[in-house]
């Protein structure tokens, strides 16, 4: 994609209000804060916000794109103070040829700016810019400035946890064999007992600056490929990239009550960075396998109890297991069958200290086979309830 004329001629920076060194994050807020406020849904009719949300829009879709912000900000280094505006024919002088940089022509020779407006003298609506923009960008130094180094790549893994351990929480042994920092060399790319050396040409920034004609250049150091230091000697192990692909063994803390789906992000746990820089993160997305006896809701834990016609309508204290050891929960008489009785703090544990409920719900288990004398028993006690004037479908289905 070559830059267009616009990245000239306006400053995103100033479209989204944040400064020219504004992270990512501040970039994202002043977006979503203006994409709100001019989005031409709230502002029907109204011309300049529509105007101004698409200058937003465009601001976030170059300033959002790491190598486009990159690109847009040394396009307007390069043609810092406007210099490159106007009408063809005040350019103080011919491109610098040859040299080896990247806007040299096929000729090498010098050429008026006129030329590259198609025509001299007024006009500079024509497509020159664009042309002129795609010779630059599309040489030399886009190779190089690619590997200036950068943080590793993140890297996404998983793993499988009882129902149990993932309430409670666990330590888990996690093997990864991804690019890692070279053991011999430590990470630095160099031999080991040496190391790398500030690289004298760009004093360790990776980019030199120019000035020639009305240019301000900055573009990526070739002495060092933009990285900043340079190895005499490199290490042999990693042919002095400081990165080998090997197997790890990670032990990763899961914290209690982690849900099924969710991901942790180990900072700097990802592949590493060349020549030391920055690993990525590793993110390991955790799945629960169900349990026997309880599900969850939230923090809180659930299991159903199986109860005995007479523990409903007599009352009983059972025993009910939890995540730790397990607790007698207390049915009164005439419980419903059904009925979700709450155990405070038996639940799953919480991050912020404490822990859930452990909710019971009884269910009726009717036998399936009764000795004489029980079924005896119940003749009676059925006898007994009627008399007594209980009627289960009392005002029901009516
Ligand atoms: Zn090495
Ligand atoms: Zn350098």
């Avoid at 990245?7 to 989204?16: S, T």
């Avoid at 149990?164 to 093997?175: K, S």
């Avoid at 600056?209 to 990526?220: T, V």
């Avoid at 939230?298 to 607790?327: C, F, M, Y």
Wanted: overall charge neutral; charged content about 25%.
């Amino acid at each position: 994609m070559a830059p267009q004329r616009e990245w000239l001629e306006h400053d995103f920076y100033k479209d989204l209000g944040v400064a020219s060194d504004a992270s990512a994050e501040e970039i994202k807020k002043a977006y979503r804060k203006l994409a709100r406020e001019l989005h031409p849904d709230a502002n029907p009719g109204d011309a300049a916000a529509e105007e101004r949300f698409k200058r937003v829009s465009e601001a976030h879709s170059v300033l959002s794109d790491a190598d486009k912000r990159k690109e847009y900000d040394e396009t307007r280094a390069m043609f810092a103070g406007g210099r490159f505006r106007g009408g063809g024919n005040g350019f103080p002088g011919g491109f610098p040829g040859g040299g080896g940089t990247h806007y040299t022509t096929s000729g090498g020779a010098d050429f008026n700016i006129g030329d590259l407006f198609g025509g001299g003298g007024g006009g500079s609506e024509g497509g020159g810019f664009g042309d002129l923009f795609e010779g630059l960008f599309n040489r030399g130094p886009r190779g190089s400035t690619a590997t200036r180094p950068k943080r590793g790549n993140d890297l996404e893994t998983e793993t499988t946890l009882t129902f149990r351990d993932a309430a409670v929480g666990t330590t888990v042994p996690l093997r990864v064999t991804s690019p890692s920092p070279c053991t011999s060399c430590h990470g630095s790319g160099a031999k080991p007992g040496t190391s790398p050396r500030v690289c004298p040409s760009c004093n360790g920034s990776g980019f030199v600056s120019r000035n020639q004609g009305a240019f301000g250049f900055s573009e990526p150091c070739q002495d060092c490929q933009g990285t900043g230091s340079r190895i005499d000697d490199p290490c042999s192990d990693c042919d002095g990239t400081g990165v080998k692909v090997r197997a790890r063994t990670i032990n990763v803390r899961i914290p209690a009550g982690v849900e099924d789906g969710q991901r942790i992000r180990l900072a700097g746990q990802g592949e590493a960075g060349r020549r030391g820089a920055p690993s990525g993160d590793l993110y390991v997305v955790v799945h629960v396998s169900a349990d026997k006896v309880f599900t969850r809701s939230g923090n809180d834990l659930k299991v159903q109890l199986p109860v005995s016609i007479s523990e409903l309508v007599l009352g009983a204290t059972v025993s009910v297991p939890t995540l730790d050891g397990s607790v007698g929960v207390k049915i009164p008489a005439n419980t419903a069958d059904g009925r979700t009785l709450r155990v405070r703090g038996r639940g799953v544990p919480k991050r912020s200290g404490g822990a859930g409920d452990l909710l019971v719900t009884v269910k009726v288990s009717v036998p399936s086979k009764l000795d004489d004398a029980a079924v005896e028993a119940m003749r009676r006690y059925a006898e007994a309830e009627k008399a007594g004037g209980f009627d289960p479908r009392a005002g029901w289905g009516r």
